[in-house]
């Protein structure tokens, strides 16, 4: 997620949780059809590649994140 230092300062002071190296594998859905968590795949970044780019590779591990309420979806327009 791309951001000046500034914004990521004002967001952990707000509670925002960053969780980096993560990816989402699954969406986890009540009976009630709303969503009410995310399943988490760990990554590590590997090796440079030609360009000196590490790309991140996946982990063994995973984990889990539940909701208390559905997460909100935001489009940021360019």
Known sequence: MPARGEEIEHALEEGVQLLELSAPV?????????VQGVE????ELG??????RRRA???EESFCLS??????A????R
């Open 74 to 77: 935001r489009r940021v327009r």
């Open 57 to 59: 590779a996946v982990r």
């Open 40 to 43: 988490l795949q760990r990554m």
């Open 67 to 72: 909701f208390p309420y559905p997460p909100e």
């Open 26 to 34: 699954r969406f986890i859905v009540g009976e009630d059809s709303r």
């Open 47 to 52: 090796e440079p590649d030609a360009s000196g």
